[in-house]
Every structure is written in C-alpha cells, then in structure tokens.
C-alpha cells in the first residue's frame, strides 16, 4: 500500500512518520537545552530578551512623552511671554507672593544686554526661588552692582506691613547723612527733606526724611511703597528701603546724581543750554516711557498726579527717572477714574480734574503736554515775571501754534536748532497731551510712539481717521496749525513701542 500524501510530506520533510509524541520531546529538549550563553537554558535567555525588548520599548515611549509635554511647556512659556506685552523687558516686577518674610536676595546684578537670575532665598530656610529670564537695566540697577538685601514685611509692630523693601535702622541712615547734617540735603519738597547719604557698604543714596506730622508722613509712606515699592524701570526712580522707628518714617531711594529736570531749565546754567534738542527729547521720551509702564503696565495702574519738571530726575547719561509717587493713585482695571481732592501743582493739573476732581490717567497726560511744553519753550508752566498774555504757558504756546509762530517757541538756549519736522512733531505731541477732552488725549504708549516715530505726523493717514482725530479738529478750531494737517492717529499704534 502506497502512504498517504500527508505522510509522504513529512517523510520529505525529515520527520519520522506517524511519531508526533518524539517531535514534541524534541522541541521540549530544544527548550531547556543549555546554551552557551552563561549556561543559562534556552528559555531563560528566551524570556530575558523578551522583558529587555519589553523594558526598552517602555522606556522609549515615556522619554517620547515626557519629551512632548517639555515642548508643551515651553510652548506656554513662549506664549504668556508673548501675553505680557505690557510689562517692559527693563522691568523687574516683585509679587507679593515672592516676597516671604525675612527673605534675602542673595543675587541681584544688572546688565542691558545679559538675562539674569534672581535669587532669593528664605533665610535660615533652604528653599530658593528662581527667577530667571528677566532683563534688568543696568541703569536701573540701584547703585550699579550687585548686593544683597535683606527683605521684611510687617517691621515692626507699630511699623505698616509694606511687604517689600530693604528695612534701615534710623541709626544706620543717621549714620549714612552724618546725622542728618545740612550740608547732605540734596532737596526739599512738600513732604519731607531729601539727603544724600552713603550706606556702610559705600552705596550711594537719596534719604527722604517725611515730615514729622505723623498721619501725613504715614500716608505718604504707604502711597509711594505702594506705587513704586515693588517695581524697577529704568525711567523711574527707585524705592529701595524705608525705615519706620518710632513716629519716624524715611524712604530709601537709589541716588540720580544730576538734580532734577526744572533746575536744568530754569537755573542759572549759562547762555547755552547743556540740554540740546536731543537730549530734551531723549528725557521727555524717557518720562514718557515711564508714566506709560504706571499707566499701562501695572495692575492697579498708577496715576502719579504730580508729574512736573522738579519730579523728573536725570542721571549722568540724561536718563529721566519719575521720582515723587507721594500724591499717587492706584487705580483698579474696573474704574474709569477715581474721584479724588485735588491734588498737583499749580500750572501741570488738567482743567477737567481741577473742575471736576475725577481723577484717570489722562490727568498725567495732561501734565506730560505742559512738561513738555516746558521742555521745549524752557518756559515755567506760570511765570509772574512775564507780560500778562505770556504769563499761563499753555495759552501762550497754544496762542503761538495757532498763529503759525511754533518756531517762536523754542527755548533761545537752545544752541542747534531741531528740524522743523522734529519741531512739528513735539509741538503737535502737546498739543494732543491738553486735549480739553480728556478722552481724547493720547495714551502714554501711544505718545512714546509718536514721539519716537520719524514718520510722525507727516505719514499720509486714511481721511476717515483724520476726520475724527482730536488734534485734528483742534487744529481746526485753532484754523492755522498747518503741520497739523497730516495726523496720525495714535490709536492704532502698538503699544510694545515703549518698552
Ligand atoms: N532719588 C533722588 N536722587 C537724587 N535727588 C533726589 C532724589 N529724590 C529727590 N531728590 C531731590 O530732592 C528734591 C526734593 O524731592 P521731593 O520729591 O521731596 O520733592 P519735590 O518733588 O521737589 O517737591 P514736592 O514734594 O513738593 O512736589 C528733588 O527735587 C530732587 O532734587
């Protein structure tokens, strides 16, 4: 009899025939036959490789995860920086949830160009925060270099909880001013004398003594922590510390080594003015840049109320710095305005707040124009000593663009003259600042803007857009403003501009 076709396959195939009960002894064998891998018996090896190929696999798709959220975050990252554009790259804002107390901030160095870390780390604790990435100027580095600070809320218990700020003994800033002698007042204003003063360290700084009135002192003390104690821009002076021993209160600020802004315009400086065109518009811009953070970069947004030429501090470079935060307002996004006993100085307040005593920040704008008024006329707001109808400088200024005579206006200590263009546009910034409508006045960003932008206001603009633009009609109103016939309107301008 002839086999199976089934049977003649496995005959081909090297099996015995009709034995399956050997074949699986055999693989059997095969299975726990010794290798020569360390002796270890095939299915050891088998199932080693098995969970290695496993674990591998494992791991590959976890660092695969792990990797994707890391792009995640940093995607986040990249996009709530992109978020914030109102906060400016030379500022350092403090949190108050940074701010524990009796923190020490161990590194705190500037520079323009480098990103740098901030360390500030819980005394007596180990746990640091980080925070890095932040530009600090090195202009507004207080006293240039790095130092290290020692951080207390609540001072003490009479003392406010003011939660940010280096804490000085009295005995210490006695002994920065010599005891407070006559020959370190570097200043004196409504509330208080100003000292120069060296710390024991050698920094140099500005100690505002605050009038010994004790409510007064107390509020005046809170306002300007509150406004400017915890944040830095290169364009506003710098609250360093405080001191509150007893019924005395003292502010720390970094030392501006060139006087203020009026005695460079109104002092006795010569027959030529050392403050030529340009570095008259490098202060007004840097003023404004730093009115445009407290307006448009803080939440509450700051209104400072006080903004005049002794308010405005020049550094060695002519770097302006906002000082004076001691009639500040803090102003909630969800306010238009808070209504207020007015408060300013006689020739800067706007008409509206005067009148009304409803206070926004376009009270400071007002205040800007007439500073910058006074910038480029080296004209006092209000000047008794001159003829009645030049005695108010917004009339007059407004009286001399009107009748086509804006070349008039600048101050004669001025050596180089500006271009007329560069004229025009500072003339017509004014003039938009004095708005009579409050609403219509420009923005601070907007005014660093036009103010930095060559093209302004001489760029060719939509007709809609002149037609509904303020100064516009003010200059309609006033019929003979003839640079004003190219407006551009602010409104569309970005705001990162300022930063
Ligand atoms: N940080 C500082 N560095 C250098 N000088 C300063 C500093 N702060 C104030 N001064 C000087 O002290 C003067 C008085 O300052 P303060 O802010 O007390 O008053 P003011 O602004 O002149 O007047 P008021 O407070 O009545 O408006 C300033 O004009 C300035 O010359």
């Known amino acids: 009899m002839s086999p199976s076709p089934r049977r003649k396959a496995m005959a081909v195939a090297g099996k015995p025939p009709g034995d399956n009960q050997s074949s699986e002894n055999t693989v059997a064998h095969t299975v726990t036959a010794k290798t020569p891998f360390l002796g270890l018996r095939l299915y050891v090896v088998i199932g080693t490789l098995i969970m290695l190929l496993i674990t591998i696999s494992l791991v590959i798709v976890l660092c695969l995860r792990w990797n994707r959220n890391l792009k995640k975050r940093r995607m986040c990252v990249k996009k ?35 990103d740098k870390a901030i360390s500030i780390q819980k005394s007596g604790k180990e746990s640091q925060i980080q925070v890095e990435g932040m530009k600090q100027s090195a202009e507004s580095n207080v006293s240039g270099g790095s130092r290290s600070e020692t951080l207390s809320s609540a001072v003490s218990a009479e003392g ?4 940010w700020g280096q804490w000085y003994s009295l005995n210490e800033l006695e002994m920065a ?7 370190n007042v570097i200043g004196e204003g409504g509330y208080g004398v100003v000292y120069r003063g060296v710390l024991q360290d050698g920094s140099v700084v500005a100690v505002k003594n605050l009038l010994n009135n004790k409510s007064q002192a107390e ?19 710098g609250l360093t510390g405080y001191c509150a021993e007893g019924a005395q209160r003292l502010l720390v600020y970094e030392y501006v080594d060139r006087g203020n802004l009026e005695e460079w315009l109104h002092g006795d400086v010569g027959p030529v003015s050392p403050l030529t065109w340009d570095i008259r518009m490098k202060i007004a ?10 307006h448009e970069g803080l939440e509450p947004k700051v209104v400072h109320r006080d903004v005049k ?3 405005i501090l020049l550094d060695r470079k002519w770097n302006p710095k906002v000082s004076d935060f001691g009639l500040a307002k803090l102003l909630g996004s969800e306010k238009s305005h808070v209504t207020t006993r007015v408060m300013g100085t006689f020739g800067y307040v706007s008409p509206d707040y005067a009148s009304t005593g409803m206070l926004n920040e376009a009270s400071d704008v007002y205040s800007f124009g007439v500073l910058l008024m006074e910038i480029i006329t080296g004209r006092s707001p209000v000047d008794y000593s ?21 070349e008039e206006v600048l101050d004669p200590l001025i050596e180089v003259q500006p271009s007329p263009r560069a004229l025009k546009r500072a003339l017509l910034v004014c003039l938009r600042c004095i708005d009579l409508d409050a609403s219509k006045r420009p923005k601070m960003g907007q005014i660093v803007h036009m103010l930095e932008a060559d093209e302004f206001p001489f760029r060719a603009e939509p007709r809609s857009a002149r037609e509904t633009d303020p100064l516009h009609s003010h200059a ?4 003979n403003v003839s640079f004003a016939s190219k407006v551009v309107v602010g409104s569309d301008v970005q705001r990162s501009k300022w930063r």
């Open 80 to 114: 709530s920086s992109g978020f914030l554009p109102l906060v400016s790259k030379e500022i350092i804002e403090l949190k108050d949830s940074d701010c524990v107390e009796n923190c020490k901030i161990v590194e705190f160095e500037g520079n323009e160009k480098d």
């Open 160 to 163: 406010p909880n003011i939660g």
């Open 177 to 183: 001013t010599d005891g407070f002698a006559a020959e």
């Open 219 to 237: 509020k005046e003390f809170k306002v300007e922590v509150e406004a400017i104690g915890k944040v830095r821009h290169k364009n506003l002076v």
């Open 285 to 294: 811009i840097g003023t404004a840049k730093g009115l445009a953070y407290l």
């Open 309 to 311: 030429s002794s308010n």
């Open 386 to 406: 001159r003829p009645p109808g030049e005695m108010n400088l917004v009339d007059w200024f407004k009286g001399m663009v009107a009748s086509r005579r804006g």
């Open 476 to 479: 309609a109103v006033t019929h």
